[in-house]
């Protein structure tokens, strides 16, 4: 499932807007955004039933937030999780639905890659409006050369959570990237810059890391938490053309190890 090119013309254009009004740096004032639609936002105890939830009572909307799953006011995933059920309310779709009860209220869970189109948009909105793409992108260039540094750095500048940075820095960032996304050894999902090298993958979603890569050492083998930049084989990941020039290019490995979490972002790229 993937979200239309039109669409995401419209979702740019719709949290332009609100960037523009509700912005200061590159920080998106969610807060103020919430409080001009005079939309009020719960943060509460809900176990791990979901991380955040739009809701229409018949006559106004709420947003519910789970502390439970580290959701804090003005935390990263706190933030990334009120700006996708923002994206709820003001993607008219979205909204109208709810509202006439043609859509069912259901709870959104961060860092699943794996959801319906509903979702994906919300997440898309998400992400254009913590992260506007002009703003994004003159801060990624201020970085010569790529490392999960760049990531961190862009994270803390627009206050995303390193997931979501990720994965916008795949669709907009300055320079060729490909990030793995496991858990337990497992791979869970992928995001790839449109100009990193389409080159059959020595795994597949759902399937076991290669071993002799940065993550897959860091599951199998003691003590093996490298968390420098390390030079690696292409082969390590894929089965490189012969005749693509950039299988001679070096290629680097850095991994995010999140404890929270439970789970491990390969980032990698070339020279």
Same mark, same amino acid.
């Given at each position: 499932?993937m979200?239309?090119?039109?669409?995401?013309?419209?979702?740019?254009?719709l949290?332009?807007?609100?960037t523009?009004?509700?912005?200061?740096s590159?920080?998106?004032?969610?807060?103020?955004?919430?409080?001009?639609?005079?939309?009020?936002?719960?943060?509460?105890?809900?176990?791990?039933?979901?991380?955040?939830?739009?809701?229409?009572?018949?006559?106004?909307?709420?947003?519910?937030?789970?502390h439970?799953?580290?959701?804090?006011?003005?935390?990263?995933?706190?933030?990334f999780?009120?700006?996708?059920?923002?994206?709820?309310?003001?993607?008219?779709?979205?909204?109208?639905?709810?509202?006439?009860?043609?859509?069912?209220p259901?709870?959104s869970?961060?860092?699943?890659?794996?959801?319906d189109?509903?979702e994906?948009?919300?997440?898309?909105?998400?992400?254009?409006?913590?992260?506007?793409?002009?703003k994004?992108?003159?801060?990624?260039?201020? @970085? =010569? $050369?790529? *490392?999960?540094? &760049?990531?961190?750095?862009?994270?803390? !500048?627009?206050?995303?959570?390193i997931?979501?940075?990720?994965?916008?820095f795949?669709?907009?960032g300055?320079h060729?990237?490909?990030?793995?996304?496991?858990?337990?050894?497992?791979?869970?999902?992928?995001?790839?810059?449109?100009?990193?090298?389409?080159?059959?993958?020595?795994?597949?979603?759902?399937?076991?890391?290669?071993?002799?890569?940065?993550?897959?050492e860091?599951? @199998? =083998? $003691?003590? *093996?938490?490298? &968390?420098?930049?390390?030079?690696?084989? !292409?082969?390590?990941?894929?089965?490189?053309?012969?005749?693509?020039?950039?299988?001679?290019?070096?290629?680097?490995?850095?991994?995010?190890?999140?404890?929270?979490?439970?789970?491990?972002i390969?980032?990698?790229?070339?020279?």
């Amino acid at each position: 499932m993937m979200i239309t090119d039109l669409r995401k013309r419209k979702i740019i254009k719709l949290t332009g807007e609100l960037t523009q009004l509700f912005s200061s740096s590159n920080i998106t004032q969610l807060d103020e955004l919430a409080k001009a639609e005079e939309l009020p936002v719960y943060y509460d105890d809900y176990e791990n039933a979901f991380d955040g939830m739009l809701l229409y009572d018949s006559k106004d909307f709420h947003i519910h937030i789970n502390h439970t799953k580290g959701n804090h006011p003005n935390s990263k995933r706190g933030r990334f999780t009120l700006a996708h059920e923002l994206g709820h309310f003001f993607i008219d779709e979205h909204r109208l639905g709810l509202k006439s009860g043609t859509l069912q209220p259901h709870g959104s869970i961060t860092e699943l890659k794996d959801k319906d189109l509903i979702e994906l948009e919300a997440d898309y909105f998400a992400s254009c409006l913590l992260m506007p793409e002009t703003k994004f992108k003159t801060r990624s260039a201020l @970085t =010569k $050369k790529f *490392s999960l540094a &760049t990531i961190t750095d862009l994270s803390d !500048a627009f206050q995303a959570s390193i997931v979501s940075t990720v994965i916008r820095f795949s669709e907009v960032g300055t320079h060729e990237i490909m990030a793995v996304f496991s858990r337990n050894n497992i791979v869970e999902w992928y995001a790839r810059c449109d100009d990193f090298p389409q080159w059959p993958f020595r795994f597949k979603v759902h399937g076991t890391l290669p071993p002799t890569t940065v993550a897959g050492e860091f599951y @199998t =083998k $003691k003590d *093996s938490k490298y &968390t420098g930049i390390e030079k690696v084989s !292409a082969d390590d990941w894929f089965y490189p053309f012969k005749d693509d020039a950039r299988a001679d290019r070096q290629m680097y490995e850095q991994c995010y190890y999140s404890d929270s979490y439970d789970y491990v972002i390969s980032l990698i790229w070339f020279d």
